[in-house]
């Protein structure tokens, strides 16, 4: 049989198709605005994507026109400015040149003794240093901030109940754990507790004041009772920017009440936690230094390319003792390519990952965390820039106070409901702006989440234009 392997025939020929592919992707960034923000995938090239595995080889120039004609087109499109749902990073050129690098050196970094372990530990000490954390704390790439949330419970649970725990199981502790988070806080709390076998009955959702912020009252009122009833209250989770309208829970006040009680604090910083890198927003999440753990996503608010989400841990031995096992085929050498104490395979689930740390390393190196921080701001900025031209033009209103980049608004209208949905479904078919729709309180709102570095206000009066137009016509029909 011949020999085979699966690099490029001829070199040259890879080399120039590289460089166009490269050209093309560059293009297309510095282009974003003139493509519609969405567009369906029509059904014929939908169904290319329902073929049986190719076997046969086939010329690479022939596949970069493929994903040209037939990925390219059809993405979400949190690239353009004037996307605005979820909560969706934006990305970056140099991002994006990153993640190319990475895949080029294709290091695995679940451990070993290699540069790319040290990269990883140093945007530890960024985030210790930007949250106001110590600087020994442990900290994890993850995918996203359900499984930083998930980590950082589970190190609480073990906390709580003893590393036994990680072998005999919750039934044999004979202890009922219990958990506390807001109202608003995001579904992968409740989640995070059933996949830790604890369930998500066992998480309390506390009532939220006006401003949709945790009532600390209440928070301290329900782990009292509990401890009453004889349960083990063991987690306060509370969020940094919640994800249906940017309400920042009481940071300071939980710490004090979990601190007196002796429960593990915990912190959801998915969208807040870049905040403290804009010296104006920071006052805003105080208490945010006193968690216990911390989970981030540089993937969102500061556009490190996806996914690159961050779990960070005051108690780096606790960290820990909830993961590190000794299996054989991954025992630590005195010194060479097997040395080094701690492995990131010991401080989650994971035991192959990628590495994250560099595309992260490459946005702080290049942009400078103020930079970022100024991006965030100016979300913030044009947030309240829509919201009081929406105010002040009659068609429409605020439905949630604007804490953050998140502005929630419905028609003002007897049918708002309905008219809502078809709004915010005509702008993404259309392709003119991509806001999604939430229910506040069971009624269903627009809501713009104000994420991409490139939005400006000019941006924000295009959308308000579109918002209008559609109104308008749909009352006409
Ligand atoms: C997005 C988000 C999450 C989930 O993070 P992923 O990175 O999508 O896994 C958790 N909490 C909040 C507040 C969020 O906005």
Redesign the pocket.
């Known amino acids: 049989m011949d020999v085979v392997d699966l690099d490029p025939t001829d070199w040259d020929e890879f080399r120039n198709l590289s460089h166009a592919a490269l050209d093309s992707m560059i293009d297309h960034l510095q282009t974003i605005r003139e493509r519609p923000v969405w567009r369906q995938a029509p059904d014929e090239v939908r169904n290319r994507f329902r073929n049986p595995i190719p076997r046969e080889s086939r010329d690479f120039r022939e596949v970069l026109t493929d994903f040209n004609s037939f990925v390219r087109p059809y993405v979400t499109g949190n690239t353009h400015p004037l996307f605005m749902g979820w909560?969706h990073g934006a990305g970056t050129p140099v991002g994006m040149i990153a993640e190319m690098l990475a895949a080029g050196l294709n290091a695995n970094c679940g451990g070993r003794n290699h540069i790319a372990i040290d990269v990883e530990r140093q945007a530890t000490l960024w985030v210790a240093e930007a949250l106001g954390l110590p600087a020994d704390c442990s900290g994890l790439f993850v995918?996203?901030?359900?499984?930083a949330?998930f980590i950082g419970l589970l190190v609480a649970r073990t906390r709580a109940l003893g590393v036994d725990v990680r072998r005999s199981g919750m039934l044999a502790t004979g202890r009922r754990l219990v958990a506390y988070a807001s109202c608003e806080a995001?579904q992968?709390i409740g989640q995070a507790m059933e996949l830790a076998g604890l369930g998500s009955d066992n998480l309390r959702l506390i009532a939220t004041d006006s401003s949709r912020a945790l009532r600390a009252d209440l928070l301290a009122a329900a782990i009292d009772a509990d401890i009453s009833a004889g349960c083990t209250p063991f987690l306060v989770v509370g969020?940094a920017?919640?994800?249906n309208t940017g309400s920042i829970d009481p940071l300071d006040a939980i710490a004090t009440i979990a601190r007196e009680r002796n429960l593990w604090f915990h912190v959801?910083g998915?969208?807040g936690a870049a905040a403290m890198l804009a010296p104006d927003l920071q006052p805003l999440m105080k208490g945010i230094e006193r968690a216990d753990s911390v989970a981030l996503?540089f993937?969102?608010w500061m556009h490190v390319p996806y996914d690159a989400?961050f779990v960070i841990v005051r108690d780096s031995r606790a960290h820990l003792r909830t993961f590190a096992s000794d299996a054989a085929y991954l025992s630590r050498a005195e010194t060479g390519l097997a040395a080094g104490e701690v492995w990131p395979c010991d401080l989650g689930p994971d035991l192959s990952r990628g590495f994250r740390a560099l595309k992260t390393w490459f946005a702080f190196e290049t942009f400078g965390a103020d930079r970022i921080g100024a991006c965030v701001a100016q979300n913030c900025v044009a947030a309240r820039y829509l919201a009081d031209r929406l105010d002040a033009g009659g068609l429409f209103e605020l439905r949630a106070p604007v804490a953050l980049n998140i502005v929630c608004f419905g028609a003002r209208s007897e049918n708002s409901d309905s008219l809502n949905r078809r709004i915010v479904e005509a702008l993404h078919v259309g392709g003119h702006a991509a806001p999604s729709l939430t229910l506040l309180d069971g009624r269903p709102v627009i809501r713009a989440a104000i994420v991409n570095h490139r939005t400006t206000t000019a941006d924000i009066d295009d959308f308000i234009g579109a918002l209008d137009k559609i109104i308008t016509a749909d009352a006409a029909a």
């Open positions: 909560v995918t996203g901030s359900s499984m949330n995001h992968c969020t920017g919640t994800v959801d998915a969208i996503d993937h969102k989400g």
